[in-house]
């Protein structure tokens, strides 16, 4: 089942422009984990929040988690044409955190 | 430090048959986790191994095993194989497994079942 759900599926931008994705979660989480993937290939992981973390930053990347609306942003500012890619939230399935459930992802197109 | 590679990278199998996919994670990492992604269903967690004991396991069929190994290299097995189970498997290896530890992902094994 998913747990993640990511908004919108598709997203198409112009290099320079700032890239925004939204992902929802059902159940209370210790941790929230955003990954890229490129064309079918394996997964590139991000950044990690915290649940008691509100805003975290990494290069051109912002993230903000909201655990009282459950949701979580995450922010690409001025893209670039390599940003293309897949973009997955995942979060904790269980206290153990052995197992991540992946949302269905935001497909991100920047042309230049 | 070299990364997590899968072994065999594509695969073509028929119904019925079986077939076992390879994980070699990065050096020190004692987890191994697996996962399935298809275009319907997403990202789909099968399971996870620590020192060579299952942790933790997804909602898939007795088809679908695993095993680690005691240095950390871990085999999936899928038996009887449908045609739903045409799919990219990912494993996925991490210091301890903890929600708090990255994961970091081989390029996965992509199974066409014909």
């Known amino acids: 089942s998913q747990q993640g759900e990511e908004d919108p599926q598709a997203l198409s931008i112009q290099e320079g422009e700032n890239a925004t994705m939204n992902c929802s979660y059902k159940?209370?989480?210790?941790?929230l984990q955003w990954y890229r993937q490129n064309s079918g290939r394996g997964l590139v992981h991000l950044i990690l929040?915290?649940?008691?973390?509100r805003e975290k930053h990494s290069g051109r990347l912002r993230v903000t988690l909201d655990t009282s609306k459950k949701s979580s942003s995450l922010l690409i500012t001025a893209s670039r044409a390599a940003d293309t890619a897949s973009y997955f939230c995942?979060?904790?399935?269980?206290?153990?955190?052995?197992?991540?459930?992946f949302g269905k992802g935001t497909t991100l197109s920047v042309s230049s | 430090k070299a990364g997590v590679t899968q072994t065999p990278r594509y695969l073509i199998k028929t119904r019925g048959q079986q077939v076992t996919l390879s994980c070699s994670p990065i050096?020190?990492?004692?987890?191994v986790s697996w996962y399935q992604q298809t275009p319907g269903q997403g990202l789909q967690f099968l399971f996870e191994?620590?020192?060579?004991?299952?942790?933790n396991k997804g909602n898939f069929p007795g088809r679908f095993s695993g095993r680690q190994f005691s240095n950390s290299r871990s085999e999936m097995n899928v038996s009887t194989l449908e045609l739903g189970d045409s799919a990219l498997y990912l494993c996925?290896?991490?210091?301890?497994?903890?929600?708090?530890?990255?994961?970091?992902f081989g390029p996965g094994t992509r199974l066409t079942v014909l």
């Open positions: 929040i915290r649940s008691n973390e």
């Open positions: 996925a290896s991490s210091l301890r497994g903890q929600s708090y530890n990255e994961q970091f």
């Open positions: 159940t209370s989480i210790n941790n």
């Open positions: 191994y620590f020192s060579e004991t299952q942790r």
């Open positions: 050096s020190g990492h004692r987890s």
């Open positions: 995942a979060t904790d399935a269980d206290q153990a955190g052995t197992a991540l459930i």
